[in-house]
């Protein structure tokens, strides 16, 4: 006769893991929700090629999410979540405002690695979104704006980038720059590495005072 409090825990077992599988379910959910968006845009993705990708019924998704476009709510916050996180991570550490401009650049076009989908999702078809939603996606938005800004007022205070340079404005022409990777990365040879390269050479060149550019 097995022992009863062995008994008890093999019965509790399938509820732990059931709970961790409806996470990892959710997550697939999400990637292929991000994968239909970004192939075929918002007003031409259903949730029927959501489910075709998951091999569900279309009725199933609605454990999940309510509708499309609670789905591409779902898919554009993970993508400025993920983008803010990073941002912050790297402001409030240690190293010049250079060494941070490279590095949020680096952060900024690395997720086309494997998060591409997110991030084209994000940056072309959140307009689509209701504008409550919108609004809550702007909040984020503008905390990576501010982010960088913050960065970039700390380089001209260090005399590391030049006294004439205006963050808010070299801010928005940053990310117009590092933003319009998504739309022809992939279809140029160049690696993610080497684009990243140089586009950090751009952003500091551009932003480097003289007693920087003499280093």
């Given at each position: 006769m097995p022992d009863r409090a062995a008994t008890q825990q093999t019965n509790k077992a399938p509820v732990r893991r059931k709970g961790a599988g409806r996470h990892?379910?959710?997550?697939?959910?999400?990637?292929?929700?991000?994968?239909?968006?970004?192939?075929?845009?918002?007003?031409?993705?259903?949730?029927?090629?959501?489910?075709?990708?998951?091999?569900?019924?279309?009725?199933?998704?609605?454990?999940?999410?309510?509708?499309?476009?609670?789905?591409?709510?779902?898919?554009?916050?993970q993508g400025v979540e993920d983008f803010?996180?990073?941002?912050?991570?790297?402001?409030?550490g240690t190293g010049s405002a250079a060494e941070k401009i490279a590095?949020?650049?680096?952060?900024?076009?690395?997720?086309?690695?494997d998060t591409a989908d997110y991030v084209r999702v994000f940056l072309n078809e959140r307009q689509y979104l209701p504008h409550a939603s919108r609004r809550r996606i702007a909040k984020?938005?503008?905390g990576i704006e501010r982010v960088i800004a913050a960065v970039i007022k700390d380089g001209v205070r260090r005399g590391e980038f030049r006294p004439d340079v205006d963050p808010r404005l070299a801010t928005l022409a940053l990310l117009g720059m590092l933003?319009?990777?998504?739309?022809?990365?992939?279809?140029?040879?160049?690696?993610?590495?080497?684009?990243?390269?140089?586009?950090v050479g751009l952003a500091i060149s551009a932003l480097?005072?003289?007693k920087a550019r003499g280093r």
């Amino acid at each position: 006769m097995p022992d009863r409090a062995a008994t008890q825990q093999t019965n509790k077992a399938p509820v732990r893991r059931k709970g961790a599988g409806r996470h990892r379910r959710s997550g697939e959910i999400l990637d292929a929700a991000a994968r239909v968006f970004a192939q075929h845009g918002y007003h031409g993705a259903t949730t029927q090629q959501i489910a075709d990708l998951l091999g569900i019924r279309q009725a199933s998704l609605y454990y999940y999410f309510p509708s499309k476009e609670v789905a591409l709510e779902l898919v554009c916050m993970q993508g400025v979540e993920d983008f803010h996180e990073r941002a912050r991570a790297i402001a409030s550490g240690t190293g010049s405002a250079a060494e941070k401009i490279a590095a949020l650049v680096r952060a900024h076009l690395m997720p086309l690695l494997d998060t591409a989908d997110y991030v084209r999702v994000f940056l072309n078809e959140r307009q689509y979104l209701p504008h409550a939603s919108r609004r809550r996606i702007a909040k984020w938005s503008r905390g990576i704006e501010r982010v960088i800004a913050a960065v970039i007022k700390d380089g001209v205070r260090r005399g590391e980038f030049r006294p004439d340079v205006d963050p808010r404005l070299a801010t928005l022409a940053l990310l117009g720059m590092l933003n319009a990777v998504s739309a022809w990365y992939g279809k140029e040879s160049t690696s993610l590495e080497r684009i990243s390269a140089e586009y950090v050479g751009l952003a500091i060149s551009a932003l480097a005072g003289p007693k920087a550019r003499g280093r």
